[in-house]
Nanobody, 127 residues
Framework: QVQLVESGGGLVQAGGSLRLSCAAS????????MGWFRQAPGKEREFVAA????????YYKDSVRGRFTISRDNATNTVYLQMNSLKPGYTAVYYC????????????????????WGQGTQVTVSS
């Protein structure tokens, strides 16, 4: 059983920054590629960013590329999402998700490739 616990969300003004963290336990962390997804009220959950097991490969949703940075620390079982230049449209609950069994450099992009997720952390960007 994998447990994922997100933290770091909050209320920030447009143009501001937040750093989300996700602490993982229950499985060897380096066995999982990791991703961040978000869900705004009334909308489906959508892909934001993902990182391979190695940490060397990353991929971003087009609208956040250049603003967000995903990273991981396999020594502390933590994945991060640094979010800069935030916009009100980024307001959502952000979820950390794990994807088991991928190749070392593979970045899974589909939500169907992920098997566990956390409880989410609320990010609210005011205008």
């Amino acid at each position: 059983q994998v447990q994922l616990v997100e933290s770091g969300g909050g209320l920030v003004q447009a143009g501001g920054s937040l750093r989300l963290s996700c602490a993982a336990s229950g499985r060897t962390f380096s066995s999982d590629a990791m991703g961040w997804f978000r869900q705004a009220p009334g909308k489906e959950r959508e892909f934001v960013a993902a990182i391979s097991r190695s940490g060397d490969s990353t991929y971003y949703k087009d609208s956040v590329r250049g603003r967000f940075t995903i990273s991981r620390d396999n020594a502390t079982n933590t994945v991060y999402l640094q979010m800069n230049s935030l916009k009100p449209g980024y307001t959502a609950v952000y979820y950390c998700e794990s994807s088991y069994g991928r190749r070392w450099y593979t970045v899974p992009l589909s939500i169907n490739e992920y098997d566990y997720w956390g409880q989410g952390t609320q990010v609210t960007v005011s205008s």
